[in-house]
């Protein structure tokens, strides 16, 4: 009956086997290192993808999901809801829960972060839980993502615990995608491509940016998308045209311009990719076609190096080093970087990375030729294998289509 309920609401359930691979082997790792459990929280899907990655459960709407990980027990999931009374606390409330997997405890408290007066009341959750244990090691996932309040009212009230940061303890597990991720992986490129073909088949004169945006959005949403950051921005040509934010969209497209867009969006299953283009309503100026081949040279320059113990900053070197033969300007932005339930996730192609590249991972790579007259970028992923880069999971051409 359970497995029923979850078909007929969820689009895609991740596998319970998948889910027991992720927690056997951070358990592992907390064993070696000696931390008793972890403690996680996120507010959203495009960058907070470690309480989707061990519950399946998406944090959303800025709605802080916390996540207790012992070694030796099961989860407990804290989410905003009703106040529970001391007895509830006692009460395993999600072993009947058809969403929930690996789950003891779901508690709820009404916190909210724009309520200041509630800043610790999951925290207070976590206390009570964790009091029992007198002498334990907990580890901190993530501490970006972790409030303040939150953090000190744990360090505070759990007085005999030692505390650690066991962020790297978790990352180099989910960086590295399995079997079932990878399809996945590959089924959200897939989603992008058909709206970038749809998008392109919409872009005319007379359209607003947003409307360009707002049907890539209804387009991978019925196709299983979740969690959406879609950017796109027209300009006349002779202007750089990069991506903009939903705020600046408003403009309206005109003969001739350029219209730069990005759809960096999950798929079925909540894993990330990111696919981008730019088209011309007539015809390319060759200073735009030319800066689009720069861009396409740089992004192989990187894809040539995804290699298995591969040094991110060594990447970074390499792409400079081309931008510089070009008379570019280095990249100072985060111009490639690994994807999976975060958009943005380790390792990252720059020179503070300690992570080394290893097989299995699944990285983007949109490099920009830019000028104060042309943009010009392509935006797409590729698996690191063990014998060097995949090929490229998005079909859609690489080139300026002129329309």
């Known amino acids: 009956?359970?497995?029923?309920?979850?078909?007929?609401?969820?689009?895609?359930?991740?596998?319970?086997?998948?889910l027991e691979r992720r927690w056997k082997a951070v358990r592992v790792a907390m064993e070696e290192e000696g931390v008793d459990v972890l403690i996680m929280q996120n507010t959203n899907q495009f960058l907070g993808g470690y309480v989707k990655w061990?519950?399946?459960?998406?944090?959303?709407?800025?709605?802080?999901?916390?996540?207790?990980?012992?070694?030796?027990?099961?989860?407990?999931?804290?989410?905003?809801?009703?106040?529970?009374?001391?007895?509830?606390?006692?009460?395993?409330?999600?072993?009947?829960?058809?969403?929930?997997?690996?789950?003891?405890?779901?508690?709820?408290?009404?916190?909210?972060?724009?309520?200041?007066?509630?800043?610790?009341?999951?925290?207070?959750?976590v206390v009570d839980l964790l009091k029992p244990m007198k002498d334990c090691t907990i580890g901190f996932v993530a501490l970006g993502h972790i409030p303040a309040p939150f953090y000190n009212y744990i360090k505070t009230e759990l007085t005999i615990a030692r505390f650690t940061d066991a962020t790297d303890l978790v990352d180099f597990i989910k960086a590295i995608k399995s079997?079932?991720?990878?399809?996945?992986?590959?089924?959200?490129?897939?989603?992008?491509?058909?709206?970038?073909?749809?998008?392109?088949?919409?872009?005319?004169?007379?359209?607003?940016?947003?409307?360009?945006?707002?049907?890539?959005?209804?387009?991978?949403?019925?196709?299983?998308?979740?969690?959406?950051?879609?950017?796109?921005?027209?300009?006349?040509?002779g202007t750089p045209c990069p991506q903009l934010k939903r705020h600046f969209m408003y403009r309206e497209v005109k003969e001739g311009d350029q219209f730069t867009l990005m759809i960096e969006v999950n798929g079925p299953g909540g894993l990330y990719t990111e696919l981008g283009r730019t088209?011309?309503?007539?015809?390319?100026?060759?200073?735009?076609?030319?800066?689009?081949?720069?861009?396409?040279?740089?992004?192989?320059?990187?894809?040539?190096?995804?290699?298995?113990?591969?040094?991110?900053?060594?990447?970074l070197a390499a792409n400079n080093d081309f931008l510089r033969s070009k008379g570019l300007p280095v990249e100072k932005r985060l111009y490639a970087h690994g994807q999976g339930y975060d958009l943005v996730e380790r390792p990252a192609i720059r020179d503070d990375e300690p992570?080394?590249?290893?097989?299995?991972?699944?990285?983007?790579?949109?490099?920009?030729?830019?000028?104060?007259?042309?943009?010009?970028?392509?935006?797409?992923?590729?698996?690191v294998t063990e014998t060097g880069a995949s090929e490229c999971l998005h079909k859609t051409p690489k080139k300026i289509f002129e329309l």
Request: hydrophobic share 40%; glycine share 4%.
């Open 1 to 18: 009956m359970d497995k029923d309920i979850a078909q007929e609401r969820i689009s895609v359930q991740i596998s319970t086997q998948e």
């Open 54 to 125: 061990f519950t399946d459960i998406p944090a959303f709407n800025g709605y802080p999901t916390t996540v207790v990980f012992p070694r030796e027990d099961d989860m407990t999931v804290i989410n905003i809801g009703p106040k529970m009374d001391p007895e509830g606390l006692l009460t395993d409330l999600s072993t009947k829960d058809w969403a929930l997997r690996g789950v003891k405890n779901r508690f709820t408290a009404p916190y909210f972060p724009s309520l200041h007066y509630s800043k610790t009341y999951d925290a207070e959750l």
């Open 179 to 237: 079997d079932e991720e990878i399809e996945l992986i590959k089924k959200t490129a897939a989603i992008q491509d058909v709206a970038m073909e749809k998008a392109l088949a919409a872009i005319k004169p007379g359209v607003r940016d947003f409307e360009i945006m707002a049907l890539v959005q209804y387009t991978v949403q019925k196709l299983g998308s979740e969690q959406q950051l879609i950017m796109a921005g027209s300009a006349p040509m």
């Open 279 to 315: 088209c011309v309503l007539g015809k390319a100026s060759d200073e735009l076609l030319e800066a689009c081949e720069v861009a396409k040279e740089a992004q192989q320059v990187t894809v040539n190096l995804l290699k298995p113990g591969a040094e991110p900053k060594d990447l």
């Open 355 to 383: 992570m080394k590249l290893q097989a299995n991972m699944n990285i983007t790579v949109h490099p920009i030729a830019a000028s104060k007259t042309a943009f010009a970028w392509v935006c797409d992923n590729y698996l």
